[in-house]
């Protein structure tokens, strides 16, 4: 079955970095578009970043020029490299496998002095 199995969150202080990990299983991971997802308490999920499988990729406005995604089709990873940081992007993190649409558990980050 598909897995997504986040890791790499914790607390960082405002213009800190942090990458997060997502592993992939279950699935046909090279052919698929990945998908970076955010959830803040009392707010809906959004979307932050997606690589395709032709290794093109897309940001929300709010991250783009500080956040870097990228994958490793032979390690079945996906990557979210986050510069920058401030404390709105304070939430749960999670990574999204569009085409069979699954979720993993999710990932806090945490920015704060």
């Known amino acids: 079955q598909v897995q997504l199995v986040e890791s790499g969150g914790g607390l960082v202080q405002p213009g800190g970095s942090l990458r997060l990990s997502c592993a992939a299983s279950?699935?046909?991971?090279?052919?698929?578009?990945m998908s970076w997802y955010r959830q803040a308490p009392g707010k809906e999920r959004e979307l932050v970043a997606t690589?395709?499988?032709?290794?093109?990729?897309s940001f929300a406005n709010t991250v783009k020029g500080r956040f870097t995604i990228s994958r490793d089709n032979a390690k079945n990873t996906v990557y979210l490299q986050m510069n920058s940081l401030k404390p709105e992007d304070t939430a749960v993190y999670y990574c999204?496998?569009?085409?069979?649409?699954?979720w993993g558990q999710g990932t806090q980050v945490t920015v704060s002095s």
């Open positions: 279950g699935f046909t991971f090279s052919r698929s578009t």
């Open positions: 999204h496998a569009v085409q069979r649409n699954s």
């Open positions: 690589i395709f499988s032709h290794y093109g990729t």
